[in-house]
């Protein structure tokens, strides 16, 4: 029963407070469920996204164009996105995107931390910025400041484009403030990870003990079409060998690249690329994967039967639930789960209920209870969604804010 209305939107259909809402037995016993194996406070979230529009101070930036019709394509995400994060007031727009997740998080059981994502913009290889190009912007600083003042749930990841003049001081900025994470978005801000501008800053990174986590595969929700190709989980190869750690988001479940690993070049669907990688035993310790995403209507086919069979590789996978797309309806069916062999159909009301109380909490207990198609036992492993040490990516000790790291804004 449900204690207060659903709100229906466009994108997305919860309740805005979901501490209100009880579940049915059948969806607490899902719960329940998929909490087996995982201590109190051990669910670590690698993989959430922080957004706004600059309201309230933030420093929060999205290109102009992405409001105009003239753009239907960006328009419409757009607003699928701001709908899906429960904003109502677009004058409080970052607030109440961090509002809402914060209520989110307080009524999952069982939650540790979420790793919470700047962006950077696009920068050229001649180190100017390209404003053109730039999607959205959120700000280093913003997205520490607000892990200083949730110190018990929020763990920061910065975002800095190597090719920006100021790179390396920037590491040096966030590295002395121990952050242990960076966000990279190859196809939306236009880095090659092969390219020999990075070097440096790979081994600044090392220096510091950072970990990089970026996006791999086809990327469908920021567009940049001249920006594709940088997607190719193969361009790795070079920090990879430098030994620096990286996370490779959606385990690169999406779209195909040209295999530079062989003189044809053929296209080679990028999952596969990520598991030759993965199958090396020189990257075991550095390549990591995300399973941010993996349940999505274009990503729920062969590569995801294919990361739930391959337990092998589970203990070198991380949980991500891409917040905020587990909240906006269009992209996840469990109808289609359940046709693939995912999830039982018995499965599918309880999970739909879960996702209208809090959609956070849907992402997790779904991808705990999808099995592998006819396997009756083969499913993630409780592993994935708890802290992984050996990254060496921990939360921050409160402190006196970023201006003890020196100045100058990211």
């Known amino acids: 029963p449900m204690r207060n209305p659903i709100v229906s939107k466009i994108g997305g259909d919860f309740a805005q407070d979901p501490s209100q809402v009880e579940l049915s037995p ?3 016993q899902l719960v329940a469920a ?25 420093g929060c930036w999205v290109n102009p164009h992405v409001f105009s019709l003239l753009h239907p394509v960006d328009n419409a995400k757009t607003n699928l996105f701001i709908n899906a994060a429960g904003i109502e007031d677009r004058d409080r727009a970052d607030q109440q995107y961090v509002e809402r997740l914060l209520r989110l998080v307080r009524d999952f059981p069982g939650y540790g931390k979420l790793c919470v994502f700047a962006l950077d913009r696009c ?3 001649d180190g100017r910025l390209d404003e053109k190009d730039s999607k959205v912007y959120v700000p280093n600083e913003y997205v520490y400041e607000l892990c200083q003042q949730y110190p018990d749930l929020l763990v920061p990841c910065i975002s800095v484009h190597p090719y920006r003049p100021d790179a390396l001081e920037q590491l040096d900025k966030w590295g002395q403030l121990g952050v242990k994470m960076l966000k990279w978005m190859p196809g939306v801000q236009g880095m090659d990870a092969s390219h020999p501008l990075c070097e440096p800053f790979y081994q600044r990174m090392q220096a510091y003990g950072m970990v990089l986590i970026t996006h ?18 193969l361009l790795w190869r070079r920090p990879l060998e430098m030994g620096l750690k990286v996370i490779m988001a959606h385990c690169a479940g999406l779209g195909s690249n040209p295999d530079t690993d062989a003189p044809s070049r053929k296209l080679v669907k990028n999952y596969k690329l990520f598991l030759r990688l993965m199958e090396e035993p020189r990257y075991e310790g550095l390549l990591y994967g995300d399973i941010a995403a993996v349940t999505e ?21 991380v949980y991500g639930s891409d917040y905020p797309l587990p909240a906006i309806n269009a992209v996840i069916s469990t109808q289609l789960l359940v046709k693939l062999g995912y999830l039982r159909e018995a499965q599918q009301q309880p999970l739909r209920e879960i996702y209208h109380k809090n959609p956070l909490l849907f992402d997790f207990v779904l991808k ?11 499913r993630f492993a409780a592993s994935v969604f708890t802290h992984k040490p050996e990254l060496g990516i921990e939360p921050l000790p409160v402190s006196l804010g970023v201006a003890q790291a020196g100045a100058g804004g990211s």
Not at 218 to 232: G, I, Q
Not at 368 to 378: D, I, L, Q
Request: proline residues 5%.
């Open 26 to 28: 059948a969806a607490g």
């Open 34 to 58: 998929a909490l087996e194996g995982i201590g109190p406070g051990q669910v670590w979230d690698y993989h959430v996204h922080l957004a706004g529009l600059g309201t309230g101070g933030t």
């Open 123 to 125: 920068y050229g290889e």
């Open 216 to 233: 791999t595969g086809k990327e469908e929700t920021l567009y940049v079409a001249k920006f594709m190709p940088l997607n190719n989980p």
């Open 297 to 317: 209507i274009n990503r729920a086919g062969i590569s995801l039967a294919t990361m739930l069979k391959r337990t092998d590789l589970h203990s070198r996978l």
């Open 368 to 378: 705990r209870t999808m099995k592998a198609p006819k396997s009756e036992h083969t």
